[in-house]
């Protein structure tokens, strides 16, 4: 289910996490070549990413729940 990112904060291992509008939050690493995401890399990037759609695999599982 596709949901707003609000902000991003890094966990304990600093790794970057999107905050969601639906209070999930979501992981966000640039891996390559399993996941590129250079925009994470840079406060720039990460804030060209607010408020863009973002799949949220917690809001689907519990959809699938009910």
């Not at 905050?19 to 925009?39: S, Y």
């Not at 994470?40 to 607010?50: D, E, K, L, N, Y």
């Amino acid at each position: 289910m596709k949901r707003k990112i609000t902000g991003f904060h890094q966990d304990e291992r600093n790794d970057w996490v999107a905050d969601l509008e639906c209070g999930h939050t979501q992981h966000v690493r640039h891996q390559p070549p399993f996941q590129t995401r250079p925009w994470v890399i840079t406060p720039a990037g990460r804030q060209s990413r607010i408020g863009v759609e973002f799949e949220c695999a917690k809001c689907d599982q519990q959809a699938n729940e009910i």
